[in-house]
């Protein structure tokens, strides 16, 4: 689908829609910014560990997602959160009943330390092999939790395949909110059924949108809108709505995560947002 962005965002629109981003913006790149800091320890919180649907568990905590694939071989780790998220991903992979050092492969949606900084550890409890798409290596490369180096065991690259034990994950280069921000996609089984799942990296510009930035972002945003998508995951629960579904998860009935109606819904917030920045940005500076 296509937007004629001039047309979404009118003129009355942009008069609240750019303060409106610029200060979510803020709210939410604070706590980030004074963990990196050292003004801030993060504060994590225990979420429920769950199913979410064929293969696919979650086991991250209220605000950084993290997700656990089991295979007949092993399993895979997309995310890990914070060093501080890694004892509540443990107590997750536990209470679903496998075993942390059963993970095999350790792959990521972007390198931010709220997201990749527990890397190290579970790379010391498990050995797994950690996957790193290669405009992230570096910024990863800068990234000394506790003074542990980030761990690269292997370098991937737009359109590659992970695959273990059946289960094949592909990366997709959706950069932007960092150079290497990557969106995986994958297959699931359920009822019978095999359903398109996304794990959406974040969307969300993080600063001023230079040229560079600006094709990152519409390339990115358009092959976003184009992958098959059944199922919405993200780095964070708000992208997808994920504590409401699984609160109508508890309640049975139809699983809600399968939702291809909202598969895109976060990309076109983010996208609208963009465009506001974007055409606020180009403004003349005021005397």
């Known amino acids: 689908m296509s937007y004629n962005w001039d047309n979404v965002i009118s003129k009355k629109s942009r008069r609240w829609l750019m303060p409106l981003a610029v200060a979510c913006l803020a709210l939410l790149n604070a706590p980030l910014a004074l963990a990196q800091a050292g003004q801030a320890a993060p504060?994590?919180?225990?979420?429920?560990?769950?199913?979410?649907?064929?293969?696919?568990?979650?086991?991250?905590?209220?605000?950084?997602?993290?997700?656990?694939?089991?295979t007949p071989a092993g399993h895979i780790l997309l995310d890990?959160?914070?060093?501080?998220?890694?004892?509540?991903?443990?107590?997750?992979?536990e209470k679903l009943g496998f075993r942390m050092q059963d993970i095999?492969?350790?792959?990521?949606?972007?390198?931010?330390?709220?997201?990749?900084?527990?890397h190290a550890l579970v790379k010391?409890?498990?050995?797994?092999?950690?996957m790193a798409m290669t405009e992230d290596v570096p910024a990863l490369r800068d990234m000394k939790p506790g003074g542990k180096e980030h761990p690269i065991d292997k370098v991937l690259h737009d359109g590659e395949e992970v695959t273990l034990g059946g289960t094949t994950l592909v990366a997709h280069l959706t950069p932007g909110h960092t150079r290497g921000c990557t969106t995986w996609t994958m297959k699931a089984q359920e009822g019978g059924r095999t359903y398109d799942v996304m794990f959406g990296c974040s969307l969300r510009p993080t600063g001023v949108l230079t040229p560079a930035l600006v094709d990152e972002f519409t390339r990115s945003f358009k092959l976003v809108h184009a992958l098959p998508c059944d199922v919405q995951l993200g780095d964070h629960g708000a992208q997808y709505n994920m504590q409401e579904k699984y609160a109508k998860?508890?309640?049975?009935?139809?699983?809600?995560?399968?939702?291809?109606a909202t598969c895109t819904l976060e990309a076109d917030i983010q996208e609208?947002?963009?465009r506001a920045m974007l055409v606020?940005?180009?403004?003349p500076a005021q005397p």
């Open 43 to 70: 504060v994590v919180k225990a979420f429920t560990p769950f199913k979410v649907i064929g293969n696919i568990y979650y086991v991250g905590d209220t605000n950084e997602c993290v997700y656990l694939i089991t």
């Open 80 to 93: 890990t959160g914070y060093a501080e998220t890694v004892p509540i991903v443990k107590a997750g992979v």
């Open 104 to 118: 095999k492969i350790m792959i990521s949606g972007h390198a931010h330390s709220d997201h990749v900084a527990g």
């Open 124 to 130: 010391q409890m498990t050995g797994a092999q950690v």
């Open 249 to 260: 998860l508890q309640k049975g009935g139809p699983n809600p995560f399968i939702d291809p």
């Open 272 to 274: 609208a947002m963009f």
């Open 280 to 283: 606020e940005q180009k403004k």
